[in-house]
Nanobody, 122 residues
Framework: QVQLVESGGGLVQAGGSLRLSCAASTRTFANFAMGWFRQAPGKEREFVSAIRWSGDRTYYADSVKGRFTISRDNRKNTLYLQMNSLKPEDTAVYYC???????????????WGQGTQVTVSS
């Protein structure tokens, strides 16, 4: 029932910035915790960041802490990921996900978007 659509990916040089968006199709968006995951070629999908339904609690993977910022606009049913100081190792397909509680494991999320490609060149 919940549809998630990511956008904002693209090609950027190392040190640059990019802002990803995830639009949700449900009026109950504010009731969901949301997360961002990414998957690079040949690697497992890994946790990037998560945010509580109210936005008052967030969590970041160590690899992105201090560079990425997760946020949400519940009135617009939209999740964001501001990515600064991008590195080539950030290159991956980025996915947004929705679940009942703030979580870091893939299995704890119930809904997933189709992903958006982020490529960081050196």
């Amino acid at each position: 029932q919940v549809q998630l659509v990511e956008s904002g990916g693209g090609l950027v040089q190392a040190g640059g910035s990019l802002r990803l968006s995830c639009a949700a199709s449900t009026r109950t968006f504010a009731n969901f915790a949301m997360g961002w995951f990414r998957q690079a070629p040949g690697k497992e999908r890994e946790f990037v960041s998560a945010i509580r339904w109210s936005g008052d609690r967030t969590y970041y993977a160590d690899s992105v802490k201090g560079r990425f910022t997760i946020s949400r606009d519940n009135r617009k049913n939209t999740l964001y990921l501001q990515m600064n100081s991008l590195k080539p190792e950030d290159t991956a397909v980025y996915y947004c996900a929705a679940g009942p509680f703030l979580a870091t494991l893939k299995s704890e999320y119930d809904y997933w978007g189709q992903g958006t490609q982020v490529t960081v060149s050196s």
